[in-house]
């Protein structure tokens, strides 16, 4: 039982790395100058007082980034989680996504650029 409980560990621990550097090792630039893409580039950025000032200079509710803003075509949610930004989704009072995947670490070739674009 022991056995099972520390290669479940790892397998978090390694699962969490890899969500890690996926946001470690992509860059994030906007496509536009639009509310909707400031708000995602916020989140881009991990920090929920930074998504906080970006909201409260725009004039935006929590509610309204949360219910109706979609990065790149993805819900806030499903964009946050898909790179990792935890602490994006904590301040917005959120919980990423979870689920299991296997990622080919023999496929990571430098840094991946990611031009981002939110809803208007």
Same mark, same amino acid.
């Given at each position: 039982?022991?056995? $099972? /409980?520390?290669?479940?560990?790892?397998?978090?621990?390694?699962? @969490?790395?890899?969500?890690?550097?996926?946001?470690? =090792?992509?860059? *994030?630039?906007?496509?536009?100058?639009?509310?909707?893409? =400031?708000? &995602?580039?916020?989140? $881009? +950025?991990?920090?929920?007082?930074?998504?906080?000032?970006?909201?409260?200079?725009?004039?935006?509710? +929590? $509610?309204?980034?949360?219910?109706?803003?979609? &990065?790149?075509?993805?819900?806030?949610?499903? *964009?946050?989680?898909?790179?990792? *930004?935890?602490?994006?989704?904590?301040?917005? @009072?959120?919980?990423?996504? /979870?689920?299991?995947?296997?990622?080919?670490?023999?496929? !990571?070739? @430098?840094?991946?650029?990611? !031009?981002?674009?939110?809803?208007?």
């Amino acid at each position: 039982m022991k056995r $099972t /409980t520390l290669l479940g560990s790892a397998g978090a621990v390694l699962l @969490g790395a890899l969500s890690m550097s996926a946001s470690a =090792q992509s860059k *994030f630039i906007a496509a536009d100058d639009s509310i909707g893409t =400031q708000l &995602c580039m916020a989140i $881009t +950025k991990d920090s929920p007082h930074t998504l906080r000032n970006e909201m409260k200079d725009n004039h935006v509710r +929590k $509610t309204v980034v949360v219910n109706k803003l979609q &990065c790149n075509d993805l819900t806030v949610r499903q *964009f946050a989680s898909l790179y990792g *930004f935890d602490r994006s989704l904590k301040g917005l @009072g959120m919980t990423p996504l /979870t689920e299991t995947s296997i990622h080919d670490l023999a496929k !990571v070739h @430098g840094d991946k650029l990611n !031009v981002i674009t939110g809803s208007h």
